[in-house]
T-cell receptor, first 112, second 114 residues
Framework: DVKVTQSSRYLVKRTGEKVFLECVQDMDHENMFWYRQDPGLGLRLIYFSYDVKMKEKGDIPEGYSVSREKKERFSLILESASTNQTSMYLC???????????FGDGTRLSIL | GQQLNQSPQSMFIQEGEDVSMNCTSS?????WLWYKQEPGEGPVLLIALYKAGELTSNGRLTAQFGITRKDSFLNISASIPSDVGIYFC??????????????FGKGTKLSVIP
């Protein structure tokens, strides 16, 4: 079974802090994705990566950056957290080609 | 960009009833996926469809890839309380620009009354 592990289920941070969300997958997948999920807005893609050290902006990259130094790990960084970044963050991975994405359990992030 | 309309937004049904939900797209997709998300969890893949007209089952769940390639349907037969959750459709135009990306519907929230 595919396993996508997000480092924290719940996280509380303060405005202005630099926040790191970590995601690890154990299936040697090339593609990794970060989404945020908000009521009424569904899943929105923040960034994705199709290879080590490669990254592409999704639909809402502003205020975020990412890092992929190793194939199995994809980090989402909130450079200076703001209250409007309070959300559920979901990481996903997929192999190359037309294959489904598999999701982690999410990190519920609150910015106070 | 591509848009997916998923309906209904929510449904309340009696245990044992059948359920239908669907997604329609403004453009053609080559892949349709259906996910279920339970409270506090991430989405879990239920069914993947890769060909127009394809009908695939997973237990009591059946999904179809529409002939026009612009829609997909998910049916749940004889619902049980553990079917509660939010069901998402997702589509992909593959290959093509942005072919790694999925377009998601906004979800159908299913409540089952015992």
């Amino acid at each position: 079974d595919v396993k996508v592990t997000q480092s924290s289920r719940y996280l509380v941070k303060r405005t202005g802090e630099k926040v790191f969300l970590e995601c690890v997958q154990d299936m040697d997948h090339e593609n990794m994705f970060w989404y945020r999920q908000d009521p009424g807005l569904g899943l929105r893609l923040i960034y994705f990566s199709y290879d080590v050290k490669m990254k592409e902006k999704g639909d809402i990259p502003e205020g975020y950056s990412v890092s992929r130094e190793k194939k199995e790990r994809f980090s989402l960084i909130l450079e200076s957290a703001s209250t409007n970044q309070t959300s559920m963050y979901l990481c996903a991975s997929s192999p190359r080609g037309n294959q489904p994405q598999h999701f982690g359990d999410g990190t519920r992030l609150s910015i106070l | 960009g591509q848009q997916l309309n998923q309906s209904p937004q929510s449904m309340f049904i009696q245990e044992g009833e059948d359920v239908s939900m669907n997604c329609t797209s403004s453009s053609i997709f080559n892949t349709w996926l259906w996910y279920k998300q339970e409270p506090g969890e991430g989405p879990v893949l239920l069914i993947a469809l890769y060909k127009a007209g394809e009908l695939t089952s997973n237990g009591r769940l059946t999904a179809q890839f529409g002939i026009t390639r612009k829609d997909s349907f998910l049916n749940i037969s004889a619902s049980i309380p553990s079917d509660v959750g939010i069901y998402f459709c997702a589509g992909r135009s593959y290959p093509g620009a942005g072919s790694y990306q999925l377009t998601f519907g906004k979800g159908t929230k299913l409540s089952v009354i015992p």
